[in-house]
């Protein structure tokens, strides 16, 4: 008998096929204050789920008694408890190395945007305030021959580091419980300490997820090792950074610019602060997000939970393989 399985994001026609030949497949755009009473209806049958970009916590999961397999189309887990699913007996998947180049692409686009500062100028251009030859209060930063400070070196952040000292000459230098000898060899990174990092880089990039120990990571005190000239770029997850306290430290002068595709609150309420800053590049967490890699990241997010049902034995792509 086939297994029951909730949809609960817009996918590629034909991924949403592929899971209606395998599965009793209900669909759902998200899961909203609208749709939410349909959706605990939906739970009370559901072996699997599928989708992104909303927590699944124990608020759903006392509906589904019934659930096996959660499958997010993210590299991101950070929308469940994972001892949770565990302890429930769910298996959760997840999409990592597809959008490991875009997701590093996304952030090679915030440092040159932000330091050249693109997006101030192209408004200026648009609104017809050029009338010259661009006058020296508009000048940017140069990024390359810089020195970048990675938070965090696995996938994405070695993708990074290979952009910074293959393309743009860079000085890498990164933090990282273990020591990645690999970016160490390639690239010349220099594994050192937060603090050491924070202080010696011009570009600090973080590509680390969210996890209790990271929530606030970036907080008063460690902007405020950062050179005034340095520019914070975080496409990972907004709680990474206290967001207010970055707000306070690029209106005073404590660094130089922010770009941002993540937020603590998404999308960004249109009262913050951010929003009237000149230094800060504002994208709508876009990382991953080109027709290729979100097609692939939905194909490989059906194939995990393809795998999940037919397989007894966990999958590289197996965030909690303790399930069994
Ligand atoms: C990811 O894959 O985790 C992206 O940030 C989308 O949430």
Redesign the pocket.
Known sequence: MKKTVILYKKIPNEQKARLASHFNLITFDGITADNRNEVITALAQADGLIG??VPIKQELLQFAPKLKAISTI???YDQFDVDDLTRRGIRLMHTPNV?TDTTADTIFTLMLATARRAVELSILVRAGQWQGSIGSEYYGTDVHHKTIGILGMGRIGSAVAKRAYCGFDMKVLYTGKQANEQVERQYQAERCSLDDLLQRADFVCITLPLLPTTEKLISKEKLALMKPSAILINAARGKIVDQQALIAALQNGGIKAAGLDVFEVEPLPPDSPLMTLQNVVLLP?I??ATTETRDNMARCAVDNLIAAFKSEKPTQNWVNPAVG
């Open positions: 992104a970009s993210s590299v991101g959008l967490h990382g991953s």
